[in-house]
């Protein structure tokens, strides 16, 4: 970008950066309120979100003078991360062409194209996030913070829902749920804000030195509320995450003496809090412990235990070995032979092998571990307080989608990916800064 004083058509740059900051938070939090009933009316408008952010950033920054070529410079020719993410694209790509031309089926054709240009907005949209968030990387936990947020809205929306009809089962069900397709796509969303406002009150904690003051109040409450949405969905896969992700953290806070006993104890508290709320409001035999209950009454075998998935993934590795250098395109397990159920097999790194195949995989592995390293690197390193909040953010966002994604979407629906995708472009681009390779 240019310099700070300059100006770039009628904006200054540091005026572009606030007006592209602020475009980012404002389509952070609409994002989380456009689930339709479809994954794929969803996905358009998370791709139509990206563009025109894409867009806006070039429309306000297109000068390319030496300072953006540097940072041009910086992440593709030095950052070999960057290369590592063009030849995954470019697996992808040839994946795509190679069974474009294979399938018969116009709806597969069109099908695997749409997927193609979802993942195709993904990356470019990581790219710009890239470029921005070097010059204005103190913004990005400002574009975090607004899910636990807008989850209260979420939550508002859905408790005016039940006391507006009179038969709320009947009207209210598992896939008539607002702003989602169904309750797995509100659980993404409910694990963000939750591990969002843990870091928040972790942080707050030790900057205050367990002062409660409003602002710690305010996240207290947001948490508690967070955790209580996040049980009453009743999602295993969501609750495991943002626990294993959260115990990731307060082990990494233990080793830099940065995390006392206290809001230990206070964050506990919290927590219970809200499973108790969760308890009292789960009124649907889908939600809650009443869905735990009853999954656990319903149980025959291990493969009823994990919703079908083991049979999910024995038949993917079945079908991703007949094409398993390249696999069989974008969106493969859409149109697979031995299909049980979904739209995705429920874990990542299938999904990968199914439309990428082994080569893909083994690319996607070392983008992952790398950015996972990079992220532990710069948390141990940092004595930044802002820095702090946005790798934390980030690193832990990677980690709980990461292990939803492994019995899950989240990978592959677009509102997950979309604050992944920030999550990757937020570590890239301090570990450019801090030049960790």
Known sequence: MVSKNAEDGFLSLRDADRVLALILVLFSMSI??????????????????????????????????????????????????????LLLYSLYLTSYLINLTAVNSETHKVAMSLRFLFLSSHIFFTYVLLCFFINTSNRIANTFSVVPITVIIIIICILLVYVSFDSPQINFTITT?????????????????????????????????????????????????????????????????????????????????????????????????????????????????????????????????SSNRLQMWQNSITYGLEKMWLGHGPDAYRFMPTKTAGVQPHNIFLQVFLEAGVLGLMV???ILLSTLFRAISLIWISTDMNQDESIYMAFAILVSLTIYGTLSGAYYHAQPLYFLMISFAAVGSFSIKKDIV
Request: hydrophobic residues 50%; positive net charge.
């Open 177 to 305: 749920i607002p702003f989602a397709t169904n309750i797995r796509h509100l659980g993404y969303i409910a694990t963000i804000g939750s591990i969002v406002a843990s870091i928040k009150l972790l942080l707050l904690s030790n900057r205050t030195k367990y002062k409660l003051n409003l602002h710690m109040g305010l996240w207290s409450l947001l948490l508690a509320l967070n955790i209580a949405f996040l049980f009453w969905l009743g999602g295993r896969a969501s609750i495991v995450s943002y626990f294993f992700s959260l115990l990731t953290l307060t082990v990494i806070l233990k080793f830099k003496h940065q995390l006392s006993l206290k809001t230990l104890l206070y964050l506990f508290f919290l927590i219970c809090l809200g499973i108790a709320l969760s308890t009292v409001f789960s009124i649907y035999p889908w939600n809650g412990i009443l869905r735990v209950q009853e999954s656990l009454q319903n149980v025959s075998d291990i493969n009823d235990l």
């Open 32 to 85: 989380l309120l456009i689930g339709y009933n479809t994954s794929f009316k969803t996905g358009l408008y998370v791709t139509i979100y990206q563009i025109t952010f894409i867009v806006t950033y070039m429309v306000l920054c297109h000068k390319f003078d030496s300072s953006l070529s540097t940072i041009v410079k910086g992440t593709i020719l030095k950052n070999k991360l960057t290369i590592v993410v």
């Open 364 to 366: 996607f592995l070392v």
